[in-house]
């Protein structure tokens, strides 16, 4: 299973951005999709997520600045953020907990990162 991350960049503040993460390869199901994120010096950090399809849950730092969904099409997950501010600049990286059988075995996968820079 591969994820491909896209949608960063630079952008000033009170800006948006939209990232997208597509997963291919053998998949039978995902059970959590989510966005983190790592800044300069700092730990990777959790910034949304959408546990069995629905429930959604978000860093105190984003939310309702920040929106995650997933797309009509299979295996696929959006991150809309708006209002940026300068504090959002890192790199984020897409994350899912794929199922790959039907017995209900799962393995994590992480895609390789999209910079977002922020400027003030």
């Known amino acids: 299973v591969q994820l491909q991350a896209s949608g960063g960049g630079l952008v000033q503040a009170g800006g948006s951005l939209r990232l997208s993460c597509v997963a291919s390869?053998?998949?039978?199901?995902?059970?959590?999709m989510g966005w983190y994120r790592q800044a300069p010096g700092k730990s990777r950090e959790l910034v949304a997520r959408?546990?069995?399809?629905?429930?959604?849950d978000y860093a105190d730092s984003v939310k309702g600045r920040f929106t995650i969904s997933r797309g009509s099409a299979e295996n696929t997950m959006y991150l809309q953020m708006n209002n940026l501010k300068p504090a959002d600049t890192a790199v984020y990286y897409c994350?899912?907990?794929?199922?790959?059988?039907?017995?209900?075995?799962?393995?994590?996968?992480w895609g390789q990162g999209t910079q977002v820079t922020v400027s003030s």
């Open positions: 959408i546990i069995a399809d629905s429930l959604t």
């Open positions: 994350n899912m907990r794929v199922i790959v059988s039907a017995s209900g075995a799962s393995k994590e996968y």
């Open positions: 390869g053998s998949i039978f199901a995902i059970a959590v």
